[in-house]
């Protein structure tokens, strides 16, 4: 069975890393991107906590349903952070995902973000 856990906060870090990279590549954007890799270094520590909660075991429930859906969800919402998601925590990133993977996306409809 996959670490869901692992999955994503592997994920979050080598975004983290990659922002990280790349503040050094454009200093003019520096500020932004060293922002957005601690908010995703933060997310990370935070899902690390939920291992075993009923976060862990509703995620599980999504990765063992259409893998392709999870997949396409995670790499857009890391994508995002700091830049058009509004998720600060663990928690928020990860109540963003559950919602979008949960959704149905076969009309190929704009996926949402937290407005608050």
Known sequence: MQDIT????????YAAEWRREKAAEYPEDADRNLEAAQT??????????????QWHWRLQGLFDGPP???????SFLVRAVGFRSSSKTGEQF???FCFLAETDDREG???PFRKD
């Open 68 to 74: 392709e859906r999870f997949s396409e969800v995670l």
């Open 6 to 13: 692992s999955l994503i906060t592997d994920e979050l870090e």
């Open 109 to 111: 409809t704009v996926l």
């Open 94 to 96: 990860l109540e963003e």
């Open 40 to 53: 995703l270094d933060r997310m990370a520590a935070d899902i690390k906590k939920f291992q075993g909660s």
